[in-house]
Structures are given as C-alpha cells and as structure tokens.
C-alpha cells in the first residue's frame, strides 16, 4: 500500500480515471490461522471518495469483500477439507469454525470453480488442484483481477458489491 496512489485509481462506478482522493481510513477486523491457532488481526483499510459521491475501500487480495475471514485461512480450510487429513468435525473444531460454515464455503467454492472453468472443465479438476494451480500461480493477484472484472465480485466473496453490480445491471 505504501506505492498506491489514489490519484491514478479508476472510479468503478463513473469510470473516469483521477478523479478519486484519500477520504477515510477504518479499522477491519480479519481472522487468521498462524502457528495452530486461530488469530484475529486488526487492519486499518483506505477509503477513498470519488468527485461522483461514491467511496471505495482499498482492500488488499488476501481480504474477502463482506467476509470477517482472510484468503488464505478459507484456502487452507478447504485444502485440509480436501485432502482428508482429519474428520469433518475433527477440521471445524480446529479451526473454529461451524460445520454449516464449512458448508457454505464448500458451496461457494464448488460455484466459483465451476463458474471460473467451465461446467465441463471443472468436472475433470478435483477442488485439491483447482486450489493447487490458484496457489502456484506466478501471480495470485493476476487471477484475483481477472475474476472480479469477469464476474463482479472477489473470488469467495458470497454475493456481488452493490455498487458495482448496479453499474453492470443500469449501466453507470
């Protein structure tokens, strides 16, 4: 983030470059898995503020938009889910997690996978290798920018921003 500069940043919901400034900051609270154990951190996200009345919070990869969860600690639940090593309540007591939780990323992902590949691609790839290629890939954010801007939404975000799916509904 020390290399952003909001001056350079398109509006999504305008489309016009340059317009946008620093507006705000707030405290996020995200939950990871360090060492074993389940930890909460605190961010502190930017808002910005467009000359069209609209403010966008400048979220890095690892946050899921609408999610009090990280990237990489639903990655990791899903690859152990994946790879069997323990009981499916065995995984959500270790991470602290419900099994409707579980559930619903489950569900999300399987979604997701299927949107991203294809209905008849993502039969032939298992979950395990769809998350193996998206967590070898050069660039994570490479793929990240392309599958909001096909599909409006963060990979593993459940519903769509507001404001951008207006804008791709109404039309800005």
Known sequence: MAGFRSELQ????????GSCRIHAYYDRSLVDFIGGTQVRHSLCIMRLICTCGHTHAILPDFII???GYGLFFLLRVLAEYFL????VERLCERFCITLSQLRRWLQLF????????GVLSSME??????????LTQPAY????SAFVRRFTKSFLQSHKNPALYCQQVFGP
């Open 141 to 144: 954010s490479d793929f990240a």
């Open 125 to 134: 790839v298992s979950g395990l290798s769809f998350l193996k290629s998206l």
């Open 65 to 67: 938009p609408y999610s």
């Open 110 to 117: 399987r979604v997701q996978k299927e949107d991203w590949l």
């Open 10 to 17: 398109t509006c999504p919901c305008c489309g016009v470059k």
């Open 84 to 87: 069997r090593l323990s009981t």
